[in-house]
């Protein structure tokens, strides 16, 4: 990795140190002993907007809206998001909870569920992530660039959440989404925008951990010894004398015999088609075709006959 890795490794944990206090968008339990849980305090009413406005908050609405069988109750939790009844988001290693409240104030607590990702893809990508350190710093800019995830999934790493990966549930008892875990998954949404390290807590690993543990591998691969230099160098080829190369040129096949000359010099051929042909050449064994001219008053060439003849093009009187 290069110094801009470790340049902006730093600054995060400058960031990180300033964002201690936390607010409703980066969160408290910014602490190390904490990272591996982070509340947002309750967002305010999203009248008249979208709740995702980036590619991957969009990506999570629609993991969301592919997996729902009831699209009222997906209504539902738009209205209860959009005014505001959706509680502090608590954000865990595959898990989100929230307390929702209906239109009466009747509070339910509210959880979603993502699988974490296992430690075997957790180490597949982080060895992708350390060769590239501009996935990194897109991140650490709140940028999730297509190219990351694209990489991610090359490695056997899926990310984004897709159908069928948000799991509900809700003390209403419903047995699919409801309007309360709909109404969650929409307030996370905005979460996410502002920040995809929300999605990479819920796959299992806070933002320090992730930043501490590429910190230590791209250590770890600038100090390890390039393997093409401590390779032994080969021994340098030897020549051959000039004497053996010329020698063994006597072992190499004769060249063929010259062709014969023939008897006299004959004639060049002629491309003028209305030159007689030499004596004793066959013209019909060679060609049942023979071009005529062309003809100045129409541009065409005479068609051809079966016989080998040509005949003009008929006069227009």
Same mark, same amino acid.
């Given at each position: ?24 968008? /980066? ?7 904490? $990272? ?13 907007? =979208?709740?995702?406005? /980036?590619?991957? @908050? ?5 993991? !969301? ?28 290693? @595959? ?23 296992? $430690? ?6 982080? =060895?992708?992530? %350390? ?13 999730? &660039? ?21 799991? &509900? ?23 996410? $925008? ?6 990479? !807590?819920?796959? @299992? ?49 004769? !060249?063929?015999? #010259? ?5 006299? &010099?004959?004639?060049?051929? *002629? ?7 030499? #004596?004793? %050449?066959? %013209? ?10 062309? *003809?100045?008053? /129409? ?8 016989? @080998? /003849?040509? *005949?003009?093009? &008929?006069?227009?009187?």
């Amino acid at each position: 990795m290069s110094d801009a890795y470790d340049e902006t490794y730093d600054e995060a944990h400058e960031d990180s140190r300033i964002d201690d206090g936390g607010d409703a968008l /980066t969160g408290h339990g910014a602490s190390a002993g904490q $990272d591996n849980e982070r509340t947002f305090a309750a967002l305010p009413p999203a009248h008249g907007r =979208g709740f995702a406005e /980036t590619w991957w @908050g969009q990506a999570w609405l629609k993991a !969301l809206e592919d997996t729902a069988l009831d699209l009222q109750q997906l209504k539902a939790g738009r209205r209860l998001a959009r005014a505001g009844h959706v509680g502090a988001v608590s954000v865990r290693p @595959g898990r989100i909870t929230a307390v929702v409240q209906d239109k009466d104030r009747t509070p339910h607590r509210s959880d979603v569920l993502l699988q974490e990702l296992s $430690d075997d893809e957790w180490d597949r990508f982080l =060895g992708m992530a %350390v060769e590239r350190a501009g996935h990194i710093a897109a991140l650490l800019d709140r940028e999730m &660039p297509p190219h990351l995830v694209e990489d991610a999934a090359a490695a056997g790493v899926e990310l984004l959440p897709g159908i069928g990966d948000l799991e &509900p549930e809700c003390d209403c008892d419903a047995w699919d989404h409801c309007g309360h875990t709909a109404a969650l998954c929409y307030q996370v949404a905005r979460l996410l $925008d502002q920040d995809p390290f929300v999605l990479l !807590l819920m796959r @299992g690993r806070g933002e320090r951990e992730l930043l501490d543990e590429l910190q230590v591998r791209s250590v770890a691969q600038q100090s390890a010894p390039d393997s093409s230099q401590g390779e032994a160098p080969e021994a340098a080829q030897e020549g051959v004398d000039a004497a053996e190369a010329y020698a063994d040129g006597a072992v190499l096949p004769p !060249l063929p015999e #010259p062709p014969v000359l023939p008897a006299e &010099p004959g004639l060049p051929p *002629s491309l003028d088609t209305e030159v007689e042909p030499a #004596p004793g %050449v066959d %013209v019909p064994a060679r060609s049942s075709w023979r071009p005529g001219r062309r *003809s100045r008053r /129409t541009g065409c060439w005479p068609k051809r006959s079966p016989l @080998g /003849t040509t *005949s003009s093009p &008929p006069s227009r009187g």
